[in-house]
């Protein structure tokens, strides 16, 4: 059982920074797909970035395109999520999430793709 925490959200001002960090439990990090997800209230879960487990491949939401970048350390088994030129649309619970051990350079976007989950980590950009 992988078990996730997330860290860093806040409250921070439109066009500011925040880096998320998503820190995961477990010997076999590097065979693990990592995701970022988002949700605002009221609306559904949606995809925000993913990482393979080797970190050569990256997917992003058209939304946070040249915004955002995710990265990995898997001597540190944490992934992150910079997110640089916030806006109030940014504002969402972010959860990051796992599954594998699958093919290193793998990677998905869809939720129901991921079998483990971070309790989430509130980011409130104001305008």
């Known amino acids: 059982q992988v078990q996730l925490v997330e860290s860093g959200g806040g409250l921070v001002q439109a066009g500011g920074s925040l880096r998320l960090s998503c820190g995961a439990s477990g010997r076999t990090f590097s065979s693990y797909a990592m995701g970022w997800f988002r949700q605002a209230p009221g609306k559904e879960r949606e995809f925000v970035a993913a990482i393979s487990g080797s970190g050569v491949n990256t997917n992003y939401a058209d939304s946070v395109k040249g915004r955002f970048t995710i990265s990995r350390d898997n001597a540190k088994n944490t992934v992150y999520l910079q997110m640089n030129s916030l806006k109030p649309e940014d504002t969402a619970v972010y959860s990051c999430?796992?599954?594998?051990?699958?093919?290193?350079?793998?990677?998905?976007?869809?939720?129901?793709?991921?079998?483990?989950w971070g309790q989430g980590t509130q980011v409130t950009v104001s305008s």
């Open positions: 999430a796992a599954t594998g051990p699958i093919f290193p350079t793998s990677i998905y976007v869809r939720a129901r793709d991921y079998a483990h």
